[in-house]
């Protein structure tokens, strides 16, 4: 009898963790978005049905994004301001790889991973249960490159929706965080992507995003999630001046390597005058002998983006960790 009930507890367990599978596989694979669209067309009509004789469902403009379903033919089946249709491909320029917001999505299983590359054989950074909202900053080869909890990491895209109308598309209410129309990200410096005015990286001046600083911070934001190597300085891995290096050279600006011998590099300018692309130094955050120790770029809005212990990442000025550490700032572009 007890060897019975034993069985009969193993069965059940058994089956309850089947149906939690079951629960967080609900999303089908072929429910996996396979790129992002650019509409290339001045105004580009979203189809019921991949064909010109079905209803329209609505109109996109010139730069908005697409989700990439699938594709019938010269049809891409895709997702638009969360609508989903068909957009003939002639007219959609489609990237398996893009640093875009889409704005938030939702997990719509039982719990989802947030692994540190977009491969289920990477490690875990986060979990998050069903509901949960994630900040999408990119997609790569099916997967939602996403901001949570603090973290940066992955998520596949059956396994979130998007809950939003991407940041940079026409019927946005909401301006991008991260980056912005003339980004060269984005590919395009043309206007009319709808997105709703200033973005997170205009200065405090309100200098032109197409000014020499904030191609710096453009071109920094393309390394968000990159870990944090001792001694890097690429893409596999960045030290904090190791980062900021980098991201000067790519941008046609020589300075040196270590975070103090970047004081001397540029020209001082105050905290109340800080624009994207300043370098911003802090002190004692592990060496209490030097003048500085860590080195970050200025993004705009009392916010900078470095290579901390989490990796690139952007943080706040305001915030009391390093309010209380920084010590100037030097102005490498302008």
């Not at 009898?1 to 596989?25: D, Q, Y």
């Not at 992002?36 to 209803?55: C, D, F, M, Q, W």
């Not at 893009?98 to 986060?126: D, F, H, M, Q, W």
């Not at 980056?179 to 060269?184: A, N, S």
Request: charged share 15%; glycine share 10%.
């Amino acid at each position: 009898m007890k060897r019975s009930t034993r069985i009969l507890s193993i069965l059940l367990i058994v089956a309850a963790l089947v149906g939690v599978l079951a629960v967080c596989s609900s999303a089908a694979s072929d429910d996996v978005k396979t790129g992002i669209g650019i509409v290339k067309a001045s105004a580009l009509r979203l189809r019921a049905e991949p064909n010109t004789s079905s209803t329209i469902k609505a109109t996109a403009y010139r730069n908005d994004y697409v989700v990439i379903v699938s594709k019938t033919g010269e049809w891409y089946e895709v997702v638009y301001n969360l609508r989903t249709g068909y957009m003939h491909g002639s007219y959609l320029t489609v990237k398996e790889r893009e640093n875009v917001e889409l704005g938030n999505v939702k997990v719509n299983c039982y719990l989802a991973n947030v692994r540190s590359k977009p491969n289920t054989n990477s490690s875990i950074v986060a979990q998050a249960s069903s509901g949960a909202s994630l900040y999408t900053i990119g997609f790569n080869c099916g997967w939602y490159k996403v901001i949570y909890d603090g973290k940066t990491g992955y998520i596949r895209s059956d396994l979130a929706e998007l809950s939003e109308i991407p940041y940079d598309n026409t019927g946005s209410s909401t301006s991008p965080k991260y980056f912005h129309e003339g980004d060269p990200i984005r590919g395009s410096s043309s206007s009319g992507s709808g997105s709703s005015g200033s973005s997170s990286g205009s200065s405090n001046s309100g200098s032109s995003s197409t000014s020499a600083g904030q191609a710096i911070a453009n071109k920094a934001k393309q390394y968000i999630g990159v870990p944090y190597v001792w001694g890097g300085s690429s893409p596999s891995g960045f030290d904090c001046s190791g980062f900021t290096q980098y991201v000067m050279r790519a941008c046609g600006y020589s300075i040196n390597r270590t975070a103090t011998a970047q004081l001397s590099n540029g020209y001082t300018v105050g905290r109340s005058e800080l624009k994207p692309g300043d370098l911003v130094f802090f002190e004692r955050t592990y060496n209490v002998d030097a003048p500085v120790s860590h080195v970050g770029i200025y993004v705009g809005n009392d916010q900078f983006i470095h290579s901390g212990n989490s990796g690139v990442a952007i943080a706040s000025l305001n915030s009391e960790y390093y309010a209380s550490r920084y010590v100037t700032a030097r102005r490498i572009a302008g």
